[in-house]
Nanobody, 123 residues
Framework: QVQLVESGGGLVQAGGSLRLSCVAS????????MGWFRQAPGKEREFVAA???????YYAESVKGRFTISRDNAKNTAYLQVNTLKPEDTAVYYC?????????????????WGQGTQVTVSS
């Protein structure tokens, strides 16, 4: 089992930035691929970014060039730096952990989820 706790969300104006953090506990963090997903009201949870055990990164097209995923295995923490925020980025952001051999962009592949952190972008 692994427990995930997100933080760093908030209310920002369009064009602003936030740094989301996801602290993991319970198992060896470096064993997991890590992903970030988001869910806006009335919409399905969607993929945002993922980083493999080896540090290979993947992004949704809608966030490429604006968001950066990273991990610090020594701190058991994954990060999502979100820049140049837009009102359409407003959502609850979730981190997730996956023990599969290959990192996935599919939410159904992830075994563990955090409780989410709200990001609200005002225009």
């Amino acid at each position: 089992q692994v427990q995930l706790v997100e933080s760093g969300g908030g209310l920002v104006q369009a064009g602003g930035s936030l740094r989301l953090s996801c602290v993991a506990s319970g198992r060896t963090f470096s064993d997991y691929n890590m992903g970030w997903f988001r869910q806006a009201p009335g919409k399905e949870r969607e993929f945002v970014a993922a980083i493999s055990r080896q540090g290979i990164k993947y992004y949704a097209e809608s966030v490429k060039g604006r968001f950066t995923i990273s991990r610090d295995n020594a701190k058991n923490t994954a990060y999502l730096q979100v820049n140049t925020l837009k009102p359409e980025d407003t959502a609850v952001y979730y981190c997730a952990a996956d023990v599969s051999v290959v990192v996935s962009t599919e939410r159904t592949k992830y075994d563990y989820w955090g409780q989410g952190t709200q990001v609200t972008v005002s225009s």
